[in-house]
């Protein structure tokens, strides 16, 4: 109600505007970042000759597959999972300053050279790999670099860009690419490993990788009032609603008072266990396949990318359902927040363990896997977003950091995985998901303890605290 008062003029969003043009923008740019970013879980089952859990060769891969295209290198389940996991190693490094620069320096200039670098570097790969392991490492550090860059910085976009009360819709429009993409990546890469080879898949993302970054730059406008192709009628209309929710002028950052933020770090934790969860179920999702079921690279690659079409779509119900409780005043925002991260963090646990104890047939396992990863998508509408609620002014720096903390259990979680494949691959997946089960459940419990959704006081605009 005191929105509506705020701005008692605004009427429904018009989906023509150029801003949700934007935001199906930016979805496709994050379409190609995870795209470039997640290939290489179902390519190195091309890649190498002993991706098999039980220690044979993969026999349904080298049937299908010829070396001459798809060169074959020997690399340990240890090794694997080191290379999964570097990317976030670089993205690990680049999180708090790209959220701390990202209020001071152009965004257009930050995102595009960021996405062609991640661009060029993904048609280098192969060559990498050609050299050795340590070298496809270095490359995956690099783009961990370069997409953590865009994936914080587009925060930053929508303060400029969005109206205060279309910032959670068109949020959550640009980042439902991250879960589409998957779905498309994993669709298209087992048929382009078949018959063109699994390099040319690098080459294929990293081309399309340069093409949408040439799009973003004649595009996008920093600011709303110097774009061309925006309506002056779009542009009074956002400019006025960013005037009447206040400066949106970077203060200094009140680091202790966030330190000391309860809910700031409930949102930390759930952001560990989702990123610990969402990256261990993408980057071994076509192993598990390949281990259970036995089916060639297109195949794996189709029923690899059936669960992050549903995770996509549960997302997409996620956000419009939050939004119906708060319309409706079902639920108080707080306990939206902590409903929709509860089902995000516990029911792919209770999936996972029916994927390795109730899992009798394909049709089971396929089913309990999609399950296990589309419930996870309900964070979108808890924990993911709460920092906005907490501190729009410094929800980009927030991210940043929060994301930081997150990152570390996706940086993490796949060499752990990797770790326990290569040492007990009979009992290794019931460890991982265990852990998997603890990270989440504390996480949870500290959420529901501590998680508000209220402005907190050190972020609000008359708050000067400083380090």
């Not at 890649?47 to 060169?71: F, Q, Y």
Request: with cysteine; net charge positive.
């Amino acid at each position: 109600k005191q929105m509506d008062n705020q701005f008692p003029s605004r009427k429904g969003p018009c989906f023509c505007s150029f801003r949700y043009v934007l935001a199906l923008f930016m979805h496709f740019c994050n379409i190609v970042i995870i795209a470039q970013r997640m290939c290489l879980s179902l390519t190195m089952v091309a890649m190498v000759n002993n991706t098999n859990l039980h220690g044979s060769p993969n026999t349904s891969a080298e049937k299908r597959l010829d070396n001459t295209k798809n060169p074959v290198y020997n690399w340990s389940p240890d090794v694997q999972g080191i290379i999964f996991s570097s990317i976030f190693y670089g993205a690990f490094l680049i999180q708090i300053p790209v959220g701390y620069i990202s209020g001071i320096y152009s965004i257009k200039k930050l995102i595009g050279f960021a996405l062609f670098l991640s661009s060029l570097v993904s048609i280098f790969i192969p060559q990498a790999a050609a050299v050795g392991e340590t070298w496809i490492i270095v490359c995956r550090v690099v783009q961990g670099i370069t997409q953590g860059t865009v994936t914080t910085a587009q925060h930053e976009i929508w303060v400029k860009w969005a109206p205060p009360l279309e910032r959670g819709r068109l949020t959550s429009m640009s980042l439902s690419g991250f879960l589409l993409g998957p779905f498309i990546v994993l669709l298209v890469t087992g048929i382009i490993c078949e018959s063109l080879g699994w390099p040319m898949v690098f080459y294929i993302f990293g081309a399309c990788g340069c093409a949408v970054c040439l799009l973003w730059f004649v595009l996008y406008y920093d600011d709303p009032k110097d774009h061309p192709c925006v309506s002056l009628h779009e542009k009074e209309y956002i400019t006025s609603s960013l005037i009447q929710q206040g400066s949106s002028t970077r203060q200094s950052l009140p680091i202790k008072a966030m330190i000391k933020s309860l809910p700031l770090w409930a949102i930390s934790f759930c952001c560990f266990a989702y990123l610990w969860t969402y990256s261990m179920l993408i980057v071994y999702t076509p192993t598990l396949i390949n281990s259970m079921l036995h089916v060639d690279i297109r195949e794996n690659g189709l029923l690899s990318s059936l669960p992050y079409l549903f995770a996509w779509i549960c997302g997409v119900i996620a956000g419009h359902t939050a939004d119906f409780l708060m319309s409706r005043n079902m639920l108080s925002l707080t306990a939206i927040r902590k409903l929709f991260t509860a089902i995000g963090l516990l029911l792919p646990i209770v999936f996972s363990m029916c994927l390795l104890y109730l899992s009798s047939g394909f049709y089971s396992t396929i089913t309990f896997l999609i399950l296990a990863n589309a419930s996870s998508s309900f964070c979108l509408g808890g924990a993911l977003i709460n920092a906005l609620d907490l501190a729009p002014r410094y929800y980009v720096f927030i991210k940043g950091v929060t994301t930081l903390i997150g990152m570390t259990g996706g940086m993490t979680s796949s060499t752990v995985a990797g770790l326990f494949l290569s040492q007990d691959p009979e009992s290794s997946w019931f460890k991982i998901f265990l852990l998997m089960s603890i990270i989440n459940v504390i996480s949870v419990i500290f959420y529901l303890i501590f998680a508000k959704a209220e402005i907190q006081d050190w972020a609000k605009e008359k708050q000067h605290t400083r380090l």
